[in-house]
């Protein structure tokens, strides 16, 4: 298979290949994941709650997000590795264009942020200068004090035409994927249609361009918190690490996962 690229994702939308993506930390589990077939690697801010054990992404740092890419990057031979901008990382294009300079040198080759509104100048920004973004919409866990806790957005009418707009927004400043975070289903998929990029979905439904998992959830491990419902255990039918990786692959690409169960109304 050749290796996915940025214009690659826009043709898998045109083509109508559904994208899987699995974040990780370390070069041992990229290389498994990378083999069985991920399309995108995410190298999340996620590491702060699930390799550092915090209870939430804030404390996570440039340097944290740099060190784990470089151990990714040199264990992938066909993904495409995503880097996430930690809290305050992207608060100004010149910090953004720092950190994110900092981790495609680091083997990244795209990097993502959270939200719209002032996020809109520092994506166009990262663009111009040939860097390339994915948005991330909806419940944007760096957005944890003023929602409250981890609560799915855009469930009330106003909420979600926010988002709607957002979704526009993002891809017209630039970015050339958008994750699309603990939304209702519908409004996930009507997002899709309309959307001039493609989507990847987490607690977002069936009806996204594709889907990712954190991969200790996508392994099954306990987080010490409550397991949200859009989480599924892919190691008892995989029966192995890269079993489980092949598994979500498939179930990704066939469009059995997520299922319903796993979606928000
Ligand atoms: O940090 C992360 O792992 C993420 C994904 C859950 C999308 O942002
Ligand atoms: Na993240």
Known sequence: RRPMTVPGLAEARVEGRRLAMLTAYDAGFAR???????????????LGMVVQGRSSTLPVTIDDIAYHTACVARALSRALLVADLPFQADATPGRALDASTRFLQAGAQMVKLEGAGPKLEVIRFLVEREI????HLGLTPQSVLRFGGFKVQGREQAAAERLRAEAREVAEAGAALIVLEGVPAALAAAITRDSAVPTIGIGAGAGCDGQVLVMHDMLGLDSGHRRPKFVKDFLGEGGSVAGAARAFVEAVRDGSFPGEEHSYA
Not at 32 to 46: C, M, R, Y
Not at 132 to 135: E, F, K, L
């Open 132 to 135: 390339p973004v994915c948005a």
């Open 32 to 46: 498994v994941f990378d083999a069985a077939g991920v399309d995108l690697i995410l190298i999340g801010d996620s």
